[in-house]
């Protein structure tokens, strides 16, 4: 991961810095989630997801008819 150094008016920051605090957040976090909005990164992983979800539902092969009960599951082998 790379990092980035910007110029920003100490006020602005202390505030923001509060406010990611009281959001359960960081100032970090903040700018790495909008940076990844604005260059795409997430609707490309939407996209993607989108993608899986609709060839899972096109998909032809079965699981079979075997039901497994729970202490089946659950079975310890020693």
Sequence with gaps: MANLTIAIDEEILREAR???TREGS???QLLREYLESYAGINSAQNAALKDLMELSKNATSRRGVKRWTREELH???G
Excluded: F, L, P, Y
Aim: glycine letters at 0%; charged letters at 45%.
């Design 18 to 20: 509060t406010r990611a």
């Design 26 to 28: 960081s100032v970090n």
């Design 75 to 77: 079975e310890r082998r």
